[in-house]
């Protein structure tokens, strides 16, 4: 080798580096929803900070979410239409009488430490679900039991004559007090669920809401995947469990939720490649993904209602004179149509229609010439001496938009002074739980796709009523729903409460719900549902060519 011949060496080594470095940085980086793709990784957006993950203290969407993916019950959801598919019960029987349901559960069943799930798990869990010193807010939805009722509320204290036996480790019986027509669609929710009882025993205790139980490390489920990460405020991951009964059906190797309140920073996160599914849209983009991007946004009907709750102890909103034209003020024509662009129906009802076949009555429906009489009626014409209504709503953009349009419309079809309050998820729960509020804007996603899981909110010892309203013919009627003979009969005592409900006022019903999100192309198994819920053991990704 001559001695110029080193050197040269060097210059073509140096040069070819360059240009790989050049090439390198010129090459597209891999997005999350790429690396996700190829590794069964999904990313979804999640609204907001979860409050808990205790499948039997929580009570929102937020939570759920994550809880569907780390604890099953003894009954499932299909993934395609929702219906009841075996869970941990891998098949029951019905009593003649359509009162007593016989669970048989799979002998490979484990808690994700490598305990087996026993027919006492669940017997143990809905002791603890209907202890007073909980006060779970979804203790009401086992009150279909017999029993269940008495034992809550202190009338009945031996839990063995509660309608609920362990007949073996492997089978569980629940006794009903009247048949329930939707009782398989009821027991998916996450309130029948099970917990490990020793692992909530070891941090706190059964009758303790927000231990330790639930975080990394301590959280012990039955369900497809484990909780891996909970990085407050940034993200929760859970994995594909080892211990899960049908672990070969779960195709997903993990799941990374996103707790973003802003929708904009969502749909942001979307377009640059860090979420497969969004949880919403902003109002703003909804027209652009239509016309542009079809294929990437997806519309359906969904099982909910955006309704005020009015906290009907709060003194200038005593008179129901007064919420019944405050409801008849909305205009939810110009709601639909002008602010929220996104398939939502005007809503006269809690109840959405098609809820079981249920068509309800439209009993909010009113002119702004009625608003105005009943508002001067109750003495307070063009809103005069009824001072200022606070009206709160959680942070979101589209419920700032919506609350922004009925503060006018109150205002300039009324005269009356409305104040907006915004408030944190968490905070807003509190301000709920606590009746630390005037009107407050909510959302409620049905649990089942029966009127009743809307009417029942509004019973007088729901947890989830949160408005102050009690009305004994009410309570009566839902009793008495429960243990109609047929269908007809049954709608037609809906048919009256909705009624009582319009009549009383303790919500205004605003619009009946659109499911809008945004979903990578990758994602597979991700159907429509009525409940916008998707089974996760069902869903995978697959590569795209982009």
């Known amino acids: 080798m001559s001695s110029r011949s080193k050197p040269l060496a060097l210059t073509v080594s140096a040069v070819v580096s360059a240009l790989a470095l050049l090439f390198t940085a010129c090459a597209p980086k891999e997005r999350p929803v790429d690396v996700g793709a ?80 026993v027919a006492q798990d669940f017997v143990r869990s809905w002791q603890r679900m209907l202890t007073p010193a909980l006060a779970a807010d979804y203790a009401y939805m086992l009150f279909y039991v017999d029993g269940a009722e008495e034992y809550y509320t202190g009338t009945r204290t031996d839990f063995a004559q509660v309608g609920f036996r362990a007949l073996d480790a492997r089978t569980v019986e629940i006794r009903l007090k009247e048949r329930v027509a939707f009782f398989l669609e009821l027991i998916c929710h996450y309130a029948w669920y099970p917990v490990h009882v020793p692992t909530v025993e070891k941090f706190g205790g059964l009758e303790r809401k927000g231990t330790a139980w639930t975080r990394v490390g301590n959280f012990v489920g039955n369900g497809p995947f484990v909780l891996e990460e909970w990085r407050p405020n940034q993200r929760i991951t859970v994995a594909k469990s080892p211990t899960y009964w049908d672990r070969d059906t779960v195709r997903l190797n993990r799941i990374v939720y996103y707790p973003v309140e802003n929708q904009e920073t969502v749909e942001r996160m979307f377009r640059t490649g860090q979420l497969h599914v969004t949880d919403s849209v902003p109002l703003s983009k909804i027209e652009t993904y239509r016309r542009d991007h079809p294929e990437l946004i997806h519309i359906h009907p969904y099982l909910g209602t955006m309704y005020a709750r009015v906290n009907i102890t709060t003194p200038h909103l005593r008179d129901a004179r007064v919420r019944r034209a405050l409801a008849y003020a909305i205009d939810r024509e110009v ?39 009943l508002l001067a009626e109750a003495g307070h014409p063009g809103g005069q001496g009824l001072g200022r209504i606070e009206m709160l709503f959680p942070t979101s953009e589209n419920g700032r938009l919506i609350a922004e349009a009925i503060q006018e419309m109150w205002r300039t079809q009324l005269g009356v002074d409305v104040q907006l309050v915004n408030q944190e998820w968490k905070v807003y729960l509190d301000s709920m739980n606590t009746l630390n509020y005037q009107i407050a804007l909510g959302v409620w996603i049905g649990d089942y796709p029966d009127p009743y899981t809307f009417l029942d909110l509004f019973k007088s010892n729901s947890g989830n009523n949160r408005t102050g309203f009690s009305d004994t013919e009410y309570d009566r009627l839902l009793a008495e729903a429960l243990a109609a003979p047929d269908d007809a009969r049954r709608m037609a005592i809906y048919t009256r409460l909705e009624e009582i409900l319009a009549e009383q006022a303790p919500l205004l019903p605003v619009y009946f719900y659109s499911s809008v999100e945004l979903i990578h192309p990758s994602v597979r198994g991700w159907h429509p549902t009525i409940l916008d819920l998707h089974p996760f053991k069902h869903v995978w990704l697959e590569p795209v060519a982009e």
């Open 38 to 117: 190829r590794d069964g990784v999904l990313h979804l957006a999640n609204s907001a900070e979860p409050a808990d993950l205790d499948p039997q203290t929580i009570s929102g969407r937020v939570e759920s979410q994550i809880v569907y993916a780390l604890i099953e019950g003894l009954v499932a959801y299909d993934p395609v239409d929702l219906s009841p598919v075996p869970g941990v019960a891998e098949r029951w029987e019905l009593s003649e009488d359509g009162r007593t349901y016989t669970f048989h559960l799979r002998a490979d069943a484990r808690w994700s430490n490598g305990d087996p799930v």
């Open 335 to 373: 709601l639909t149509t002008h602010v929220n662009r996104s398939g939502k129906i005007p809503a006269y009802a809690i109840t959405p229609p098609g809820a079981g076949g249920f068509v309800p009555p439209e009993g909010f429906r009113g002119t702004i010439e009625q608003a105005r009489a």
